[in-house]
Nanobody
Framework: VQLQASGGGLVQAGGSLRLACALS????????VGWFRQGPGKAREFVAA???????YYQDSVKGRFTMSNDNAKNTVHLQMSSLEPEDSAVYYC???????????????????WGQGTLVTVSS
């Protein structure tokens, strides 16, 4: 199983980026796929996830600005990020779990598979 994250880069505050996570090795349609981020000197934090392929959850600070979507035909998930703020700067990771329960959705330790991360830098 492999997850490959891409799409990071440097953007000015207020700008947009679209991250992609390509999943291979199994079909993740009914699994939980999420995005986490880790800023400098900070703990890894939950950003968004699609729970078992049907319900999307977001961290409060990104609601209304970030949108997560699935492309099941391509086994890819996207994270569309708009109105970016310097505080959004971090390495973004995609992760997946075949057995996660809803109460652990926001916990990084609940995810079995991880991508390598893609760096997002938002300048002020």
């Amino acid at each position: 199983v492999q997850l490959q994250a891409s799409g990071g880069g440097l953007v000015q505050a207020g700008g947009s980026l679209r991250l992609a996570c390509a999943l291979s090795g199994r079909t993740f349609r009914r699994d939980t796929v999420g995005w986490f981020r880790q800023g400098p000197g900070k703990a890894r934090e939950f950003v968004a996830a699609v729970f078992r392929g049907h319900t999307t959850y977001y961290q409060d600070s990104v609601k209304g600005r970030f949108t997560m979507s699935n492309d099941n035909a391509k086994n890819t998930v996207h994270l569309q990020m708009s109105s970016l703020e310097p505080e959004d700067s971090a390495v973004y990771y995609c992760a997946a779990s075949t057995s996660l329960i809803l109460s652990t959705l926001r916990s990084a330790s609940a995810y079995q598979y991880w991508g390598q991360g893609t760096l997002v830098t938002v300048s002020s």
